[in-house]
């Protein structure tokens, strides 16, 4: 069992940016990986960036390839997602989901097994 626990949302003009946090718990935490996704209202959850246990490897959405950057803290079992240049269209809730590192490279949204509650984003124009 994991548990993860989304921080860091608000509401920001666009061009700003904001970090999310994502803080995971659990005794066999260390053998999954971390990504991030997000769902606007009406729309379908897409995946945003994920990062392997070890913090070696990393992937990213296309649109968001060049402003977010995802990082990790294995001392604190947390993640970032450092988001810059924020645009309108990057306002949705954000999600933290938790994938077993074995199927970290080809994983997708239904292989994740334990999701966080959300943290809501709102880029303003």
């Known amino acids: 069992q994991v548990q993860l626990v989304e921080s860091g949302g608000g509401v920001v003009q666009a061009g700003g940016s904001l970090r999310l946090s994502c803080a995971a718990s659990?005794?066999?935490?260390?053998?999954?990986?971390l990504g991030w996704f997000r769902q606007a209202p009406g729309k379908a959850r897409d995946f945003v960036a994920s990062?392997?246990?070890?913090?070696?490897?990393?992937y990213y959405g296309n649109s968001v390839k060049g402003r977010f950057t995802i990082s990790g803290d294995n001392a604190k079992n947390t993640v970032y997602l450092q988001m810059n240049n924020l645009k309108p269209e990057d306002t949705a809730v954000y999600y933290c989901?938790?994938?077993?590192?074995?199927?970290?490279?080809?994983?997708?949204?239904?292989?994740?097994?334990?999701w966080g509650q959300g943290t809501q984003v709102t880029v303003s124009s």
């Open positions: 989901a938790a994938v077993p590192q074995s199927e970290f490279t080809w994983a997708t949204l239904s292989d994740y097994d334990y």
């Open positions: 659990g005794r066999t935490v260390s053998n999954y990986a």
């Open positions: 990062i392997s246990n070890t913090g070696d490897s990393a």
